[in-house]
């Protein structure tokens, strides 16, 4: 079919769904966005609390997600003045009072290799260890014959006690949201090849400046509707059938009929959604035998400044995997922000003993803090899936013709990741464009 004629109904507006919009748009090909939230964004969205624009959890994107910071850079209209919407911090990795990793501005690997040779907190037994583990790692082009847990991975390595506990783990836990016992050791090295191993950039960390629907979902919107397409927001479908001129979408009470259908919903309702298709059941099978991991985010608000030690702060042995210093970041003043990755302990607290808890922690580590002005928790309890080792994902071209999978769930060599979402979306653009669409 000629491009002129395809209208594409993407169904979910979040990071999957906003990239593939983008890349059709680009493209000239006419697209509907269906989002069933009046906010763009999903999983990686604004909530407003107090007056103040947050995210629904902070996110932490790394230097390797090159798609999305293509598009991020691609759709804000960036006036020469502004500061870029998100702050690059080179690797820099501070576990507060346990293991600091900074790499210098040298040429990869050897950024890497100085880091680990001169890691403050380890001793040169554990810091020989890890590089040897990177090394062999590279030799094998970091990928193993079968998979496994990052746990035996680390174990095979002989890791010593603080790079395990201060390094692997907390890395694993943050970049799969999955406990190293149970998360896949293949998805947590493509993570290392692309970020630690690749080139220097690939491992900076990048945090964002503005609310998370800002920084990609709501320019992207301005992208495509300056390019003749919609994006229809608190606009939820309700049914998909295939008819003999593509699908039929009803959403608000209407019906409207596409050529191609990009579903690019969340995987916990990506089955109800097709229960109607039948052409689609292995998809159904893979979604349904997914498990998931929450991730838990507790702002606390304080009447003065609190200033960390760096704008994102690791912390082991307590409730709070890393602080954030929202002044540092982009200017929020005395608000802190803390991330809680994967199932835990913590998921027996009351939300209020949850926050009173990370207060705790930041005061005995930072304090004497001003007087809290406000807290909030936000916990997503189906965050992302559970990285487990050799889980089956869904491709996101399907078996019946047109009708496409977009997600951070699809196949990918990453984990559930803002990365793997937007690579995803631009899949099923590229498969709808009849171009390659391997990435
Ligand atoms: C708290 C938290 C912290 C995270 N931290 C990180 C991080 O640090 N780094 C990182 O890379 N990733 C992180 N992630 C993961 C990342 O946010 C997700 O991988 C990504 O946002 C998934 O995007 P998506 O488009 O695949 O799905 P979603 O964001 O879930 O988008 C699906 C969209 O579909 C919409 N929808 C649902 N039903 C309908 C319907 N019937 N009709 C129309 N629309 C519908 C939803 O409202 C939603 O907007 C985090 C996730 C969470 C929750």
Redesign the pocket.
Known sequence: MPDALKHVAI?????????AAVTLAEHGVAVTV????P???????RVEINGVAL????????GA?RE?LRLIEQVHPSPADAPPPLLRLPLDWYQHQHLHLRAPALPAPLHLLTALLTAKGANWSERWAAIRMMRALRRANFHLPQDTTVSALLETYAQGPVFTQHLWIPLCV??L?TPSEKASAQLFLNVLRDSLNADRAGSDLLIARVD?SALF?EPAANYVRARGGEVLTG????AVDPVAEGFQIM?GGTTRTFSHVVC????H?VAA?LARISALSEVMEMVQALEYQ????VYLQFDGDVRLPSPMTGLSGGVAHWLFDRAAICGQRGLIGA?I?AEGPHQELTQDALAERVHAELASHFGPLPQLKWQRV?A?K???FSAAPGLRRPAQKTSLANFWL?????ASV?????????R??ITCAHGILGRSAAL
């Open positions: 169904v979910g507006g979040g990071y999957a769904g906003m990239a269906y989002e069933a939230s906010t763009l964004g999903g999983r990686a969205r995210d629904n959890g902070l996110h932490i994107l790394i997600y999305t943050s970049a949201n998370l979902p606009c939820r479908v309700t959403a690019a919903l969340p995987p309702q959604f929450p991730i838990t985010s991330v990755s936000i997503e189906r965050a992302t977009a997600g951070d769930y699809t990453y984990p559930a990741t803002l990365e793997a979402a937007v995803s979306g």
